[in-house]
């Protein structure tokens, strides 16, 4: 994860770097260094999109074959084996594959976990000269320094909101869906305002690459929506 972080960090510093050597006068709401946190973010949700779209049409598939998945549990509840097999030809034949997109995942998650901890811990990571880094400007609109909590609430509650947000336009499960779906379905609620008490002392840097991050989500699942429904009107 080293490799990662280093990675990360190198990314963003160069990011700040070229912001303060080209941009010249700094806005006075919002500083380079907000402005690379934001840059960095949409790098990665691009270099992301194929395993995010991926991953919405996986879900959209799931979906639409639930009542047939629910048909079989019914049908083979005696014979867990068989149910296996049948459960393996649905997805064969949906073009569903369960285990396809783990390694993309992987590689996902590996991402956002390192430029996560970069923003944690800018100065070890990212800006490694220490003085530059307590001379930069960080200033986000009504906070003064992002690399510290914000002492307001407001970017753990919108952090929390986006979060939210994204989790609703995520396809939901079909009626007579199983426990496991209900389940996934309450935690898009729960989670966020879990996400809101566990994030309020994380710096408020961290924090703008989650809002950020969940925006860029938003969209993209707004375009999957548009174009699965346009898909099922033909």
């Known amino acids: 994860m080293q490799i990662i972080y280093n990675l990360m960090g190198t990314i963003l510093r160069n990011i700040q770097y070229f912001l303060e050597n080209n941009l010249g006068t700094e806005p006075s709401s919002i500083s380079f260094y907000a402005i690379s946190i934001i840059i960095i973010t949409i ?5 992301t999109i194929p395993v995010g779209l991926n991953q919405s049409r996986m879900t959209a598939k ?4 639930q009542p047939e998945i629910e048909a079989l549990k019914k049908k083979y509840k005696n014979d867990p084996q068989n149910l296996a097999v049948k459960q393996q030809q649905l997805y064969k034949e949906a073009g569903i ?3 396809g997109g783990c390694l993309p995942m992987i590689v996902q998650l590996l991402l956002m976990l390192g430029i996560y901890r970069v923003l944690l811990q800018p100065e070890t990571y990212a800006f490694k000269d220490a003085a530059h880094y307590v001379a930069m400007n960080k200033e986000f609109f009504w906070l003064a320094d992002i690399s510290k909590p914000d002492p307001y609430m407001a970017m753990p509650i919108i952090s929390g909101l986006t979060q939210f947000l994204q989790g609703r336009l995520m396809p939901q499960p079909a009626a007579g869906g199983d426990d496991q779906q209900n389940m996934m379905t309450s935690m898009t609620t729960i989670m966020p305002i879990m996400m809101i008490f566990i994030t309020r002392r994380f710096p408020a840097g961290a924090l703008l690459y ?5 925006i860029f989500s938003m969209c993209q699942q707004l375009i999957v929506n548009a174009l699965s429904a346009k898909k099922q009107e033909a």
């Open 97 to 99: 594959n369960p285990l």
């Open 210 to 214: 989650w809002i950020v991050s969940n």
């Open 43 to 47: 790098l990665l949700k691009i270099v």
């Open 62 to 65: 799931t979906r639409e074959i």
